[in-house]
């Protein structure tokens, strides 16, 4: 279970600075400290600190869980038997400990590509194992992309940035619906798209609720 102390977990993914994902993930951030004085927070910038790919030492560590049926976090160090396995799991244990301290995890996430970037799969690959829940947290996910996605438009089908994150905390770490909350800025590329230059108001709408709801997770989460 997550610490007693109230601990927040804030993901980077963006390769820019000034990003709009990192806009909406530092309004949640800004409100949740706020809301919790005494509270937690661990900040983590995937993009400026890259964290590796997994390796087939990562891979024996997770097939020996596997096989063991472990399903306990606090058990999984038990899978380390050569140097190979105890390097990588020097990779995977601070990650993993955030992770399992935060009750809420604070994840800011462009999409690349139609789905996430590697900096941030790397780190669902390097801090996932099998059959393993995080239920009792909270996802917050503040995404940004250039175009609309959302319901209704003719891309809504390849959206594999919200859709996979929503499948993957559901199906894999059993987040119910109501633990997860996606906040969205679309339509960035009408900034710099002159194809685009028409759906420049509908971005700043976008934008504007997505602020709006950050203020309001971060108070309340
Ligand atoms: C490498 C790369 C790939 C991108 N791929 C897409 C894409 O597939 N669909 C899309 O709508 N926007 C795409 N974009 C635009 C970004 O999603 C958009 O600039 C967004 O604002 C990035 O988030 P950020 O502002 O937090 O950096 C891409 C941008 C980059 C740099």
Redesign the pocket.
Known sequence: MPSATPTLLHLDA???RR????EVGDAVAEAWRSAHPGGRYLHRDLALTPVPQIDEAWTELCDYVLAHQITDIARYAEAVRTPEQAAAWAIVEPLLAELVAADTVLI?T?????GIPASLKAWIDQVTFPKMSLAGRRFVVAY????A?GPGTPRHPVDHQERYLRDFFTGHFAVPDAAMAFLG?EL??ARVDPALAGRRDAHEVSRSAALTAARKIGGEW
């Open positions: 963006s390769a820019r990003s709009f994902s990192r800011a462009p999409m690349y590509n139609f940004a992309r250039g175009g996605y800025t960035v590329n």
